[in-house]
Nanobody, 120 residues
Framework: QVQLVESGGGLVQAGGSLRLSCAAS????????MGWFRQAPGKEREFVSR????????YYADSVKGRFTVSRDNAKNTVYLQMNSLKPEDTAVYYC?????????????WGQGTQVTVSS
């Protein structure tokens, strides 16, 4: 089992920045990939970014490329999402997810989410 706890959400004006954190605990040695997703009211959850745990390869949705940066600190079992140049359309609940070895799922564990609100 892996437990994930997000933090760092809040209210920010358009053009501002926030940094989200996701701390993993439990069987962290089994983690292979960490992802960030978001869900806005009335919309489906969508992919934002991901990072491979061992190599640190990063991937981004086109909508956030150049504005968001994902990183990890393996020693702290924590992944970060630095969000710059925020737009009102970035408003959503942000979730982190962890994929582990030995399953057929890309992501097996999810955090509780943290609200990000960007005012215009």
């Amino acid at each position: 089992q892996v437990q994930l706890v997000e933090s760092g959400g809040g209210l920010v004006q358009a053009g501002g920045s926030l940094r989200l954190s996701c701390a993993a605990s439990g069987r962290t040695v089994s983690i292979t990939d960490m992802g960030w997703f978001r869900q806005a009211p009335g919309k489906e959850r969508e992919f934002v970014s991901r990072i491979t745990w061992r190599r640190g390869d990063t991937y981004y949705a086109d909508s956030v490329k150049g504005r968001f940066t994902v990183s990890r600190d393996n020693a702290k079992n924590t992944v970060y999402l630095q969000m710059n140049s925020l737009k009102p359309e970035d408003t959503a609940v942000y979730y982190c997810a962890a994929g582990v070895r030995g399953t057929n799922n890309l992501y097996d564990y999810w955090g509780q989410g943290t609200q990000v609100t960007v005012s215009s």
